[in-house]
C-alpha cells in the first residue's frame, strides 16, 4: 500500500491530559502509514512516537529537553534512525533563570518550581535549578501540576510554604494554561519567571528562553525537506541561536517591584 502524503500532528497542549494514550494514538498513525509525523507536545509525544515506528521519519518541535539523553537521537549533529528535529535547550536554561529571578527580587528566602510530573523532563529541569541554587545558596522547593486541579493546589501549597518567587517549567501543559498561570500568580502575586515569551505576554512578569514560533517554523522546513526526499539521520537537531529576555513591566508594577536598570538594559522586550 503506498503511504500516503499528509503530515499528522501528535500530542500538543489540546491532548496533554490525555498523555496515557498517546501510545495509542502513534501506533494509529503508524497504521495509517502517514509520510511524516510531526511531533509536538514535547517529550512524552515524542517517545510515543519512537517507541511507534523505527521506519516512518519523526521531526521533533520544539523539544525542550535533551534529545540524546532521552533517547530519541544518537547526536546532535548526526542523529541516525529516523528523528531529527528542534531542541529549544529550556532545561539548559533553568539555572539561569533562577539567576534572573534572584537578581529581580535579591531578598527572596525560598523560591518554588513548578514542574509537571507527567514529563519524563521534570527531573532534569528540577536537577538544573537546584544546582544553581546551591552554588548561589539559594532554597528551593518543587511544587508538582498535571492538571488545572493540581495547579490550584500548588499555588495554595507555594503560600503554605512561604515561597517568595516561582520557577514555571518549560512544559506543554504549562503554556496550554497560560491565562490560568497569569491569573495564579496575580491572585497571590508572586514574581514568576517561565521559559516562554507567551506566558509574559499572558501576563506574567518575566522570560527568559528561546522563540517558540521560531522553533515551529524551523520543524515545518525540516517537514518539507523530509517530504521533498531528505533523511531524517542526515539532518542534525536545530538549536536556536537566540535567547530573549521578555519582562512585563505592568505585572511588575502591580507586584510593587521595581525592574532594576541591570535587566532594563539587558531586556530584548518590555512589555508596557
Given at each position: 500500500m503506498k503511504r500516503r502524503e499528509f503530515i499528522t500532528l501528535l500530542g500538543g497542549a489540546a491532548v496533554w491530559p490525555l498523555s496515557a494514550r498517546l501510545p495509542t494514538m502513534a501506533a494509529?498513525?503508524?497504521?495509517?502509514?502517514?509520510?511524516v509525523i510531526a511531533v509536538i507536545g514535547g517529550a512524552p509525544s515524542a517517545l510515543a512516537a519512537k517507541n511507534a515506528t523505527s521506519t516512518i521519519p519523526i521531526v521533533f518541535s520544539?523539544?525542550?529537553a535533551d534529545p540524546v539523553e532521552l533517547g530519541l537521537v544518537a547526536s546532535l549533529n548526526r542523529p541516525g534512525g529516523n528523528i531529527t528535529g528542534v531542541a529549544m535547550l529550556a532545561v539548559a536554561l533553568e539555572g539561569k533563570r533562577l539567576e534572573l529571578l534572584r537578581e529581580l527580587v535579591p531578598r527572596v528566602a525560598l523560591v518554588a518550581m513548578l514542574v509537571n510530573p507527567s514529563n519524563p523532563q521534570a527531573e532534569a529541569?528540577?536537577?538544573?535549578?537546584r544546582k544553581t541554587a546551591r552554588a548561589i545558596g539559594q532554597r528551593i522547593v518543587v511544587l508538582n501540576a498535571s492538571t488545572k486541579r493540581e495547579l490550584e493546589t500548588a499555588f495554595a501549597g507555594l503560600v503554605e510554604k512561604r515561597a517568595g518567587a516561582l520557577i514555571i517549567g518549560a512544559d506543554s501543559f504549562f503554556n496550554s494554561h497560560l491565562a490560568q498561570l497569569a491569573a495564579l500568580?496575580?491572585?497571590?502575586?508572586?514574581?514568576?519567571?517561565?521559559?516562554?515569551r507567551e506566558h509574559v505576554a499572558a501576563g506574567s512578569l518575566m522570560s527568559?528562553?528561546?522563540?517558540?514560533?521560531e522553533a515551529s517554523r524551523q520543524g515545518g522546513a525540516y517537514v518539507g525537506k523530509i517530504l521533498k526526499g531528505a533523511k531524517p539521520a542526515e539532518l542534525p537537531v536545530l538549536q536556536p541561536t537566540k535567547v530573549e529576555l521578555v519582562i512585563n513591566l505592568k505585572?511588575?508594577?502591580a507586584l510593587g517591584l521595581t525592574v532594576p536598570q541591570s535587566l532594563r538594559v539587558r531586556a530584548d522586550e518590555l512589555i508596557e
Open positions: 494509529e498513525l503508524v497504521a495509517r502509514q502517514v509520510a520544539p523539544l525542550g529541569e528540577s536537577r538544573e535549578v500568580t496575580a491572585r497571590y502575586a508572586i514574581p514568576a519567571i517561565s521559559p516562554w527568559y528562553g528561546t522563540s517558540l514560533t505585572t511588575a508594577k
